[in-house]
């Protein structure tokens, strides 16, 4: 290493980025000897030992205890390329392991926030390309002073990605089962359109509690929301006013008159 030679134990700890006591230590133990002394018995680094410091350093981040390191670094059949071959892949599965624990944290943060323990990659691999990781937020400003917000929060944070996963067949299957309905032109009010509403709101309370009252305000904002009824519409044209009406019909069935209906 060019104008490494000669370094005192000091010069050398401040270029290396440790302590003079850990240097001492390593000399002391046989992992690190300078390869020369003065005349007065000073410790003296040249470039191999920086070299070997800096490998030192790489082996001791991964988490290798010192007495293995030196058993690495004295390998006979180990040269310099292999030891950086080694260094390198076990460098590629630490980056490995770091990202694995990013995802886990960016899932603690969302569930922190409003629940969900997806990361914004996994919310889209989950619910799809047009998903939005900026809706979660978007509702929690909409919603997140209600007691049905804290419900979803609390129930959101104990479900896994597989669990996500299910939910999310659940949801597409249930549209394909409204789309099928609408094409075949089932009534709202019939047996098959309230069995459909009623599993409409069963699916609603995965998250929180759906009363038929409150089934009824999600079937306005189908229709009122263009997200919602662009959504609906897509996968079935006129599926955002026939659903809101099958939800209407349902809960009429069960009492609840849809034009006074409030979200309780």
Known sequence: MPGAEGLTVGRAAALVGVSVKTLHHWDAIGLLSPSERTLAGYRVYCGDDIARCHRILVYRELG????????????????????????RTLLVERVSRLNAVID??????????????????EQVEVFGADWQPAWVEEAEERWGGTAQWAQYAERAAEL????????????????????????????????????????????????????????????????????????????????????????????????????????R
């Open 160 to 263: 896994s990605p597989q669990d996500w996963r299910r939910i999310a067949a659940a949801t597409h299957a249930l549209d394909a089962d409204l789309a099928s309905a609408r094409r075949s032109g089932a009534a709202p009010g019939s047996d098959a359109a309230n069995a459909l509403a009623e599993r409409h709101r069963a699916l609603m309370s995965t998250y929180f509690d759906c009363t038929h009252a409150m089934q009824v305000c999600l079937g306005r904002m189908f229709v009122d929301d263009p997200r919602y009824a662009a959504h609906y519409d897509r996968v079935e044209p006129g599926l955002a006013v026939w659903l809101r009406d099958a939800i209407f019909a349902n809960a009429r069935a069960h009492g609840v008159d849809p034009a006074s209906a409030k979200w």
């Open 64 to 87: 290798f205890p010192l007495a293995e390191i030196g058993r690495v670094l004295d390998d006979p059949r180990a040269d310099a390329r292999e030891h950086l071959r080694r260094q």
């Open 104 to 121: 886990a944290v960016d899932r603690m943060l969302a569930a922190t926030g409003g629940g969900m323990r997806l990361s914004p990659r």
